[in-house]
T-cell receptor
Framework: EPEVTQTPSHQVTQMGQEVILRCVPI?????FYWYRQILGQKVEFLVS????????KSEIFDDQFSVERPDGSNFTLKIRSTKLEDSAMYFC????????????FGPGTRLTVL | KQEVTQIPAALSVPEGENLVLNCSFT??????LQWFRQDPGKGLTSLLL?????REQTSGRLNASLDKSSGRSTLYIAASQPGDSATYLC???????????????FGKGTKLSVKP
């Protein structure tokens, strides 16, 4: 069964460093998302991406964040200069399209900023 | 601003019991509602999706209902098993400015423990 994959599973970085989190959405899905979950808190929406552009973003998704679909399969989230409060589990999700909008989530990348 | 609340925060039941998890949301203008299961340290597994025009969905021992007007959804689990132990998340799908599906807004979850 097709699934969303994410790499790495765990990333440790120093404050101020740039990180890139990678996702491979389910092939033939059209909508892509990033969410995050700080330990013990709700899952929060960051950004959605459709037709090679951002379709919606939250207040969390400030200038430090960017997303890219560099080729036909990968979807990346870049954090330019990490802060301690960026430590969280980051989830990538994808959905097929408007007629079938169920979102399928990847296993997540645990980001630890020291 | 949409708020999603799940009650109870935690639930412990003996194996075999039928149970109901509750989810409420403040804005009834939703696109859909999705129930997920999350195991400790893991990703989210989609259980059921209910479109805003639907009243319920069923998958195996799971049944989810949606009452948009009252801002409520329930997840019914029949004949619970120890393997059902996990955190269950309710997420409401909003509508973006283009009128199509926007992001999901999550509740904090109900942590279910099923004792053998």
């Amino acid at each position: 069964e097709p699934e969303v994959t994410q790499t790495p599973s765990h990333q440790v970085t120093q404050m101020g460093q740039e990180v890139i989190l990678r996702c491979v959405p389910i092939s033939n899905h059209l909508y892509f998302y990033w969410y995050r979950q700080i330990l013990g808190q709700k899952v929060e929406f960051l950004v959605s991406f459709y037709n090679n552009e951002i379709s919606e973003k939250s207040e969390i998704f400030d200038d430090q964040f960017s997303v890219e679909r560099p080729d036909g399969s990968n979807f990346t989230l870049k954090i330019r200069s990490t802060k301690l409060e960026d430590s969280a589990m980051y989830f990538c999700a994808s959905s097929p399209g408007l007629l079938n909008n169920e979102q399928f989530f990847g296993p997540g990348t645990r980001l630890t900023v020291l | 601003k949409q708020e999603v609340t799940q009650i109870p925060a935690a639930l412990s039941v003996p194996e075999g019991e039928n149970l109901v998890l509750n989810c409420s949301f403040t804005d009834s203008a939703i696109y859909n509602l999705q129930w997920f299961r999350q195991d400790p340290g893991k990703g989210l597994t989609s259980l059921l999706l209910i479109q805003s025009s639907q009243r319920e969905q069923t998958s195996g021992r799971l049944n989810a209902s949606l009452d948009k007007s009252s801002g409520r959804s329930t997840l019914y689990i029949a004949a619970s098993q120890p393997g059902d132990s996990a955190t269950y998340l309710c997420a409401v799908g909003g509508m973006n400015y283009g009128g199509s599906q926007g992001n999901l807004i999550f509740g904090k979850g109900t942590k279910l423990s099923v004792k053998p």
